[in-house]
């Protein structure tokens, strides 16, 4: 059982109790204050401005871009929106963030009071309640190496969203989910790319542990700034072991931050929580307060995209799918964008589904690529899927012969016609050249034909096989069938 994730001195004694704060790259084009491009991978320093470097004197100017996705996250998640919300400066020092301030949102949040449904491991659902959402900008980027200290500011000003849930979560495992459901709900949205590896998301986890049952929480640790849900897990599961280990042995637990080390698999102190917290927040007099009109909100509401379950709905009223179908097709957007494409391109929606279930799925998964295939070097297009399916349907190739030509196309880049050429994969479907070869087999099979023709029905699988084995298993089964019955019982009268 999943919850056995805190297992060793926890045994069941101490109750995990987690919440998370998670935050998330918008994807705007330019960054929150000033129009400083966001892209990815530019040369240190080469995306700056006066505004987010925090030259005196430059003013910053609300993205408004970052505010439509940051409510559109906050409507999905079914926070209720302030009408205004307030900017305030969060005062700590740090090399990488220039104006020794970050502008961030405080005790008027931009929404609060939503929820996330979680599917846990047995099949129920669970819900998470969520805090608040509010905007800030993202801090630079240290780089510590031996000669010294490198700061990139390009991230300076980036727009982030802070989900801060409430504390619902109870194992390490729930925790995983919790956030691989707000990725997947923020995919949907298109309110950021949740690439990981860039920063695009990113996780501060609170734990505490209580005597189960108990009603107040205990002391609580944070654990800073993960960027992966494995690492999210491990690290969970490393502090609630090291929490436990303090209260069997009667000490207190220390409320501090903690940096997760991946390579050593442990959280090691960062700072004192009396330092870090004490941020003298106070409201940023350069901005006004943020104010949405009733008429703004309610646009973004109904532009609001499908969510995953009312699109997996739509695809078993639209296209007659299984539920399950549905379900594995919805997993991500990019997923179920790709079953759609080549859906329109080929009637038979079961039979797509079949296949970007079966063999694109595996093809992806066998190529550590992600499920579209469009990262790698020759992307599948969907409509491909459904020129080779047409070519299957119109019997020009058999369904194995399909799979082998599908794996050649992702391999090479090339055509699905092409590789059925040069493999010489094509089925013989001309119906004069079979023609030839049956005749062939029923004179030389006298016995076997006046069996047949006696009643011996089941002996057409043997013709078949003979038709097959004189051609090298090119001819289209379904048609030497149907020639070898008409052969057979035209020849009888
Ligand atoms: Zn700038």
Not at 255 to 269: N, Q, V
Not at 357 to 386: F, I, Q, S
Not at 391 to 398: E, M, P, R, V, Y
Not at 434 to 439: H, K, M, R
Request: hydrophobic share 40%; glycine share 8%; proline share 6%.
């Amino acid at each position: 059982m999943p919850e056995a994730a805190a297992p060793g001195a926890a045994d069941g004694k101490w109750e995990p109790v987690i919440g998370l704060e998670v935050h998330v790259q918008l994807s705007t084009a330019s960054k929150i204050f000033c129009g400083c491009s966001t892209a990815y991978g530019a040369p240190p320093n080469t995306q700056v401005c006066p505004i987010c470097l925090g030259y005196p004197g430059a003013l910053p100017v609300l993205n408004a871009g970052a505010v439509e996705l940051a409510a559109r996250a906050a409507l999905a998640l079914g926070c209720e929106i302030h009408p205004r919300s307030i900017f305030a400066r969060k005062h700590y020092f740090y090399p990488d963030l220039p104006k020794g301030y970050q502008i961030s949102q405080y005790d008027r949040p931009l929404a609060t009071g939503g929820k996330l449904a979680i599917r846990l491991d047995d099949g129920s659902a669970k819900t998470i309640r969520i805090t608040r959402v509010h905007l800030e900008e993202d801090a630079g980027k240290s780089t510590h190496a031996v000669e010294g200290t490198r700061v990139d500011f390009n991230r300076c000003g980036t727009p982030l969203i802070e989900i801060v849930s409430e504390p619902d979560l109870a194992s390490p495992r729930e925790a995983f989910l919790y956030l691989s459901a707000l990725k997947r709900a923020l995919e949907y949205l298109e309110v950021s790319d949740c690439n990981m590896e860039e920063g695009s998301l990113r996780c501060d986890a609170n734990v505490s542990l209580r005597s189960r049952g108990a009603a107040r929480l205990g002391t609580k640790t944070e654990v800073k700034n993960v960027n992966s849900f494995r690492y999210v897990e491990a690290a969970l599961a490393f502090e609630i072991e090291r929490q436990a280990g303090i209260l069997e042995r009667g000490e207190a637990v220390v409320h501090e931050t903690l940096l997760w080390d991946s390579a050593r698999g442990e959280a090691r102190p960062m700072r004192s929580k009396e330092l870090s917290h004490d941020y003298r927040y106070f409201p940023e007099p350069d901005l006004e307060p943020l104010a949405l009109e009733p008429g703004r909100l309610s646009a973004i509401r109904d532009a609001l995209p499908e969510s995953p379950g009312a699109r997996a709905d739509r695809f078993v009223a639209q296209y007659g799918l299984p539920a399950y179908d549905a379900a594995v097709l919805t997993a991500t957007r990019p997923l179920a964008d790709w079953f759609e494409a080549a859906a329109a391109a080929f009637a038979d929606a079961k039979e797509v589904s079949n296949w970007v279930m079966g063999e694109v799925l595996r093809l992806a998964n066998e190529r550590g690529e992600a499920v579209t295939l469009a990262p790698a070097p020759r992307p599948l297009a969907p409509a491909a899927l459904a020129g080779l399916l047409a070519l299957k349907a119109a019997g020009t190739i058999s369904g194995s012969a399909a799979k082998e030509v599908l794996a050649a196309m992702v391999e090479t880049g090339k055509d699905a016609a092409e590789i059925i050429r040069e493999r010489g994969l094509e089925q013989v479907s001309d119906s004069a050249a079979l023609s030839a070869e049956i005749d062939a087999v029923i004179a030389a099979h006298p016995d076997e034909v006046a069996a047949f023709r006696g009643g011996k029905q089941g002996l057409i699988g043997f013709f078949v096989g003979q038709v097959m084995k004189r051609t090298g298993g090119q001819a289209n089964p379904q048609l030497v069938n149907q020639l070898l019955r008409e052969k057979l019982a035209g020849q009888e009268g």
